[in-house]
Each structure stands twice: as C-alpha cells, then as structure tokens.
C-alpha cells in the first residue's frame, strides 16, 4: 500500500548546478570495492593500489646485442695497428641478442665490429669498455620497484611492463554497477508497436553507453509503469543490486511525478531542481546509502544531468581524475538569448570559415535527441546573463577535436536530399572531410555566405520578374563578394498530397475550393517563394489559404505533416512524398544550385565537393531518387573575380 | 622442407618512415566487411553506410507540456479585463506531456496558466498562438532524414537518435581481424618458470592492447619457436584467420631473422628498414592479399612502429580519421643528443615548474618498457638535426592531457622507498595529484631544484668536515635561492650482501681484503659521497675497490646486482635488501630530507603533500618497510625567505 502524499504541492528548487554537485558527491557514501583480474585481460581498468614488480626484467645479464661475450679488462690492447686475437671459450663466447652473458664476461663486441679468422678465433681492433652491449638485471624492471600507483588508468604498453615485472593479476577498482529504470506509461522498448501516445525508450540505450564510457557497469531494466508502488519495488531492486541507481523520468513536480515521493519516503532527497536550461527537474538523494538520480525525461535534459552528476560520482568512485573537454574561443554568428537565474546550456554548431570559427546555436527544444548528434559543442550561459550579441568572441566546450571541426564543410541553405549524398561521397572520398549541413531555406542560406557562416549553399530561388532562378539573388544580395555559382540540378516541385489525392489536387485553386490544408514552408524558403508567385499568379491571398501561417523547415517535414491529415496539402519534392508513401502532383522544374565563397572553391575540400558532384556514381545515386535531373557538365560561374 | 636461403646478405634499408607509410598503406589491399548489429550494441562502432530515419519522432503530434488542448482561434478574445471560460470537451480537452493532440486542436495552454472554474470549465486571460506547446511531427527526427553518415563513431546520444529514428539495427565495419604472432625460442608465456636467457612474452598482450584501442579485434596467437618452417604455417594461418598479420620478431637482417625471407617467398616485402632510432628493422609486406608488418623484438620499437605503421592502417581499414595526439612546446632541460639520418623518437617526461613546462629525456633504450610507462610524450627529432640544445623550446606530441602535467609533483632526486609512499597517498589525498618521480641521485636532484625543473628533491648528503647531513649542500648549491628544507627521515645504510653473507663483510676493509665485488651508485649520489668517505676514513683508494668504475642508479638495482653474484657487495638500504631477500649489515643512519621551492612549498600540492608526510598513516606504512624513522614533528626550516 503506498504511503505517498501525491497530493502535496512540490516545488522544484533552484539549486546552482555546483552547489548541487558538491553536496551530493560529499554526501554520499562510496565503497569502491577492489577486485583481482588477469593483467592480460586489464586494459583500460584502474589500479585500485600501488602495483610494485615481483622480478626484474631481465632477471639476468643479458646481450644486448649479438656478437662475442668477452672481459673488458682483457681487450684493453686492441688497436687498430695492434689487432688483437681472441679465442673461443677461454677469451669470448658467442652471444646472441637476450643470450645471457657467462658469469666470466664483462662485455659484448659486435658481430660487425669483428673479423673472423678461424672457427676458434676472431679478431678486434677496438677495446670493450666494461658492461657495453648488455642489459643489466632489472635495466627495465627492478623486483620491488613501483610500476605504477593506485589510481591509474591501464594503457597497453602499462600491461607489457606489468607483464614484465612478473604481475599476471592485479587489484583494479571493481566497475561501480549502475541501475538504470525507465517509468512510464508511454514507454514502449525500441521496435514495439507504436499507438499515437507511445514513446519509444531510447533514453536507457544512451544511458547504459554513457555509464560505459564513464568506467561503470550498467544494468538497464525493464520499463516500470507510473505506479508508485512499482517504482518502489524498481529502486529497492536498483538498491540491492547496483552502487547507483538512475530513474528517469517522472523527477519533475507534477501530479504523476512520483520519483521525488518515493526517493523520500525510501531515503533522503539532497536537491529536487537546480538552476539550469534545460534539466532544471533533477533529483539528487540517496536510498538505503546508494546515491540517487532522478532525471528528465526529455533526452537532452537528462543527458545533461547525468554528465553533471552521475560523471564526476563514477570518476570519483573509481579514484581518477574526470577528463576536461577541450575548449575553444569561437565568435557567435548569431545572437543567443538567456534567461536570468539558471545557467543555459546552448548546443551549438562550430564552423572554420575565413580563418575563423563562428559558432551558431541548434534548436534548444529539450526533446531533439538530433540537437545532441549535431551539436559540435555546447555554449554555457551563466545565469547572471542576459544572452549574448551575434559577434561576440565565447568559449565553446568541444565534442569533436578542433581538428575535424577545422575540415568540416559547412552547408547552410536549402534542404535537399541529395546533399545527404555529396556529403557520403565526400566522405568516402576524404574521411577527414565531413558535410555539416543546417537547412533555413534558400534566402538565409544566400546571407549565411554573405556573413561568412558558410561554406556553400544551395538555393531554388525563383525571380518572378525574369522568371529565372538564382543569379538575380546571388546579384542583388552578394553584391560586390566574390562567390562561385554552381549549376546543379534542375528538381521537381510538385503538390504532396495523402495516398490517393483525396481531395483532387491538381492546381493551387483547388486548395482554396476544396477546403485544403495547407502545409507552408518557412520564410526566405525557395519552395515557399514559388508558393507566393503561384497565388499571384492566380490572383489568390495568403488570407484564403488555411494553415498559411505555420511554418516547416524542410520538404520531409511538410511531407510528414500531410501525412497526418486526410485533408491536407503541401508543395516539395517528389522524393519527400515518395519517402513518406505520399502522392505527388507535379508543379514546376525548378533550377536547385549550389554557390560557394570563391576561397572555399578554390580550396582542397571545395574541389574535392567538385569532383564529387561531377563523378558518375553521384549522378546515378541522384537519379534513382527519382524527381531530379543532374546537370551534365557542371560550369561554374564566377561572380565578382 | 624450407626453400628458404638464409644465408643470403640482407641489409636493412633506411626508407624515410613517411614514405613508408604511404606505400604501405596505398599498396596493401583492405576489403572492409560490413556486418549488422543491434543499435543497443553498436557504442563505439563505425557506420558503414549512411543512416536514414524510418520513422518520425514523435509519430504524432505531442503535447509539450501538462495542460490543456485548444482551438488556437478560439482563444483570441481571452485578456486579463475579459477572461474567456471554456468548456471541457467542447473548447478543450486535458492533455499531459507526451499525449496526443486530438485532431479538432492546435494549440496548448499549461495549466499554470489556467485557474478552473468548475470539473467542466476553466479560465485563461491569455490567448494561445497556434501549435504553441506542441511538439510536432518529426521535430527530433523526420522519417527519411540521414541520422547519421557513413564512417561515423557511434556515441551514446547517437544510439538514442537512431531508436528514436526507428532503427534497431544497422550497418557498421566489421572490426578488423589482426593475427598477433610472437615467435622467439627464448619466449615464455607470462607465469612460466623462467631459466637465464629466457624472455616473457608479453609484447603480445600490448600488441593486442593496441589493436583494441584503435578498432580491431586481436586474434593472439601461441609463441612459434624460431624456424621458418614454423613461422611459414604461423603466418599462413594468420593471413586466412584475419585481415591483418603483426609479426614479433625476426625483423632484423641477422642469421637467425627468418622473417623477411619468410614474407618475401609467401609474399612481397615493400620496405625492410626505416630510418628512425628506435624501430628501423621494421617489415612492412603482403601475404596472399592481407598485409603484414613484421616488428621488432625490442618493446619501445616494436610499440612505435604498430603506432607509425598498424594504427593508420586500421583507421584507414574503418573509413575514419586517425586520432591526433596532443601537442605541447616546452623548454628542454637538458641536451638531446641526436644521429643525422634517422629520426628520433625520444620519450620525454614534462612537467610545469615556475609557470613554464620543461622536459627532461628518459632513457633511451629501446628494451625499457618502463619508458613508455613513464613518458609524457615523446619528442621527434628530424632526421637531418643533430640534436638539441638545453633551453631550446622544442613541441612535444603528448601521452597525457596537458591539464595533468599541469597538476603533477615532479620528484627529482636521490631513490628512496618511501616517495612511493607519499605519491599513493598524495594520490588518494586528491586524485588530480601525481608524483611524477625520476632518480636521478641527491645533487642532481639540488641541480634540478636550482635549475627550476623539480618541485621536491630528496637528498641524503654527508658533509664529511662537519659531518652533518644536507644543510651545508643547500647552502652551497642552492644559494641565494628561496627553498624550504624539511627534516624527513632517518634511515639505515648498509651492506647489503647474498644471503648469509658468504664473504662475511662486516666493514669496508673486509670488501678489499676478502675479494669482494662492489656494487657502486652513480657520481652525486649520497650513497657514493657516503661510500666515498668511509674510504677516506679508512684510508682506502677507489683503485682497491673492484668494480667501483660501474654505477648503478638505485638501491633497487644494487641489490639486484647483489643477488646475481655470490662474491658482491653494495651499500644502500634496509628495504632494498629486504625485497631482494639478501642479507644487511648495518653502517651508519643517515638524514634523508626534503627539499623544495618556496613557491611549491606555498602552492596547494605543496601544502596537500606536507599533510600526507605528517599523516598518522604515512609514518605507519614508512615504519612497517623497516630501515626507517620518521621525524616525529616536521619542522620546515626556510633558506633566503
């Protein structure tokens, strides 16, 4: 029977994320436990004491060399003019390299450095000094000696010398257990069906891989349904069985948020909520002496909680030091805002544009698990701060070296799916060259090279005046830049419509009259562009089109949204409809190209991007998506030379 | 039968190692498999193709927050003076986090934002904007989009993205396949009884250390005894069993190197000897279309040509970039001597002293696997320098992240036990704090101090006019300089004999009269100044004294060297005759001290390691090895404050 008061207001704290930290890492009780395992099966594990050498190495005299053992003091006379005769077994003996050196012999001479005369004798011209061409007994290895101290993480090479010093086991930190318990209702584990509601639990995979790459040992469990009860049985198992135990989610305030009750009632709660954006509703505590963290459920937030909490816990659990991130000085392309109070974490993209590295924020949606796989780093905001000005020099925390940061290829424009294509080309072509690409449409896209944020886009841009596509854009808003424009492809757009065209689309009045829903596109959009030309066209008002005002930012996004409405209507490429099993209407050709700074074309990475588009297999891959027709010999015009 | 002609001349080449690289690796076939696994297996693996979403996320359009669903267009009228009420079902309908919008709505309120009325009415004063609060279709991830591209190593939150992407399984390089082979009749396996002349193998085990780091899978073989016979079916299996062939040793031009002949009658050999120092008998080959590399015997060459040659290879095998390690300038504190035509690889340790980072050679021997555990990095040195000058500011490619040398207590000064001691606990104390420790005897270690490369020395130093211990040395070498002086220890000197003590040394007449063979320490060392003076004392000559030109560098390795001769003797330690099972014939007690700069004294580690000496348990551990006591209340006495 539960004794929880689910009834009683909570409310989160603002706890600063340090003093959150300090007092749960002192507060909670750590018992690393030490185990004994075969050296050759230690890599990466931590000594959990000091390892000292049970022989040496060598635990003999041995050859360094091969050549003759000889006593030094015995070939003092040699001399060029005065060559010296030495014969087998009373004045030398053959030795190999690691041969030991007889008990009688001092020294080792060469093979080069001899001439020999007969099988018994051989001639030097050049004295030994004593103890030359041997390794003493313990030159690498001394018995007693201190290989390594506690606290050290095994690399190989510690291994061979491990090995060497006669340790075939050692004492290394026993890998903290971490349970990991996914709750809630909506929960259902990767590949299970899915009814609109359902979630699919992913958090606990990239949970159980940070837990590895942090040293640790994770237990990932079954999902546990939003029952306080069950819960409780599912933290007092976590309890019994691992060092530290992870729930996720329900650690917010909310009226089905029972993590924090539970924690409370089982054992103690440190903190419940700190001071940052996102993953303000973390819990902190202990249950029967395990530590205790109660995180998010949105993705990002609770992987942000677990490097601020459950990081520096296993690191400290294990008695090593918690690897920094490299930073580096980047300037802001775009204006980030923050709110005052809480600290904010900004993922951010990082580009190496014009010889310098400009940093532009990603969606701060606490929910976009892409956020994490695009960001190139992250940008904290204290909370003493308002934001910060497009321009202004930061320091960004890196997730990639500045290495592959400084060879990315930054595509900013138009989406399409055939950049996805250029980008593995190129990628296969040069691992070091990676296609960074963020789509805001054509027009932003155009500014993005103005500014020196990128380093190629790919813009649709139809001028209704001339009704040419592209070159009236690149004039009027690079004027005077030295750009390089790239004919592409010429693409289909057509209306996306669900399976069947319930509706009968065929012309943009047929929207209006048939009570379509349609599915715009952002501003500064080359698709959205069209769309306004075709209403002017027909004499049409964004006022008659329902669902005018929302916007997408790229052709699948509009696909997926017709696909949730009988009703509904979108203008994109062939390939997004035929992704999504939609219909597809044709509307126009349109002439879809890239433009790149001059500097980029002429640089290493920008002819490799050329040599790409122009290669055989680009164009069949571009071809079998259907709805494209590549340019055949690609001729760049050169603007402002 | 061998159709094998050793006895043909090989001479080795000098290919510049570069040169060898590149046609190593643009020679040697690689076909990379491609395999599917499961995402929840996949951390750390390579994709092997582009990855696309199979499904959105969400699926459906989904409620960010708790409150309630509404008709955005419904909610215009609502303000502060006119609050608006709206009736459940009809205008709204509750929703929590992660629920499905119903069709008829596009918008949600948060229930902060909501007083209610009655069980069917609630109250806002603020209007809704359309879809605000909702997630929509695809926002994290859109059906069709490219996840993740090809070559790409999968980290935690990547494996969330691909659940979330609905793909529970996908396309990743199989890791390569390397066959480790260690051939060598004096090889033994680690544990097996060892004879003089015999070898542990344990090159393997770091071999396959390697091949784990950089991505592969090591297949390790048995030890094959030296006969090409053997050696040919070794490596036959291996070219069938993997995709890579390492072969250990046999790689040098001598008689019994059968390696070479081996790969040149199975297959080609491209180059056979590199010109650097250590690692230039180095094989770099194809056998039946899988390459091989046939490696040195000595570990540190062996280690750094896996590195030069293996490592690029499997990078290039999994279609990423190969790791840069991270560079450092630093101030050489002493010369580095170097041969024209053969680049360098000298291990270095680093350490920051006064606010810069010096760096100081190790030994260079290339059968010092101690070396490696010791290095902080390792200096290249072009082949067409001779050497570097001390103070010369030179870039070091680093084995430990910069911030760790940062944090280090560098040691530098005369052997002693018990600065194993001091490093474990200064090590639990706080694991940022290494003692990084190099004996190199007590006035070098005064030397080090002086020229600002050591924070702490130790030094046992008998000023025979006065005979007093350190103080008379500090105030002749460190004059003028700001350093604290701490009374440490008193320890025992003795003779340290075989056991029984067969020649019955009692005192330094007797090593002269019974034939003794002396172990001597390094010139500087306080043992040698204590020996030094207990010959002048009994009016001795050095010239008596047999084996007294040879010098040893630490207790250990005079004991050592005790224990390989029945006639010998040597002056050190209590411990060190105690590990080594020999026997000790006290002489005299000594003063061994600390000394250190006043900036380190002051500084945070100088202050953490005067709380570990003074610690109950350091004068606990100290007393138990024997030979020591401690000074009971350490009195720091401050020179030129």
Redesign the interface.
Known sequence: MSQIQTNRKVYLQDKPRHVAREEFINNVTLTPEIENIR??KA?GRVTA??IFAN????????S?M?GIAVRAENTYEAHEQRPLHLKKDSDFKYV?????IP?EFNAVIIVEELQEIDAETVEIIVPAT??QNI?????????????????HTL??????????G?V?ELPVVKKPKVAILPTGN?LRQ??AP?E??N??E??G??????V??WGGDPLLSDITVDDPDHIRTAIEKGAEEADVIIINAGSSA???DYTYHVINELGEVYTHGIATRPGKPVILGEVKGKPIIGVP?Y?VSA?LALEWFLRPLL??YQ???E??RETLKVRLGRRVVSNMGAEDFVRMNVGYVNGEFIANPLTR?A????S??RADGVLVVPPDSLGLEQGEEVEVELYK?V??LKKAVLFTGSHD?TI?IV??LL??RD??R??ISSHVGSLAGLMAIRKGEAHVTGVHLLDPETETYNVPYIEKYLAGQQVVHIPFLKREQGWIVPKGNPLSINKIDDIVEKGGAYVNRQRGAGTRILFDSLLKQHSLTSEQIQGY??EMF?H??V???V???ENSVGLGVYS?AQ??GLDFIPVADENYDLVMTNSFYESDAGQQLMEVIRSTEFKQQVERLGGYKVVEAIKPNFFNE
Chains 1, 2 share one sequence.
Not at 135 to 151: A, K, S, Y
Not at 367 to 370: A, D, S
Request: net charge negative; hydrophobic share 35%.
């Open positions: 050296t050759n890599l004491l000091p022989i040496s190495t060598p635990h003999y005299h041995a360094a091969d190999d390299t690691g041969n030991p008990n004593p103890w390794r003493p007994v313990g030159e690498d290895v001394v018995c007693g000696e201190m290989i390594l101290p506690q606290g690399r190989p090479a510690d291994l061979g010398a491990l090995l060497a006669g075939q909506e990767p590949g899915l609109p509601g979630i699919i992913f958090n995979t990239v949970f159980a891989g940070f590895e790459e909310g009226s089905k459920g993705p992987y690191y400290h008695g090593i030091q690897p920094e949606a929910g976009v698990t892409m994490m796989v070296p290495d592959a799916l996805d980008s593995s990628r296969r691992v070091n990676q296609v005002e929302r790229s699948l996004s696909a997926a949204e696909k949730e409405k997004a992704t999504m």
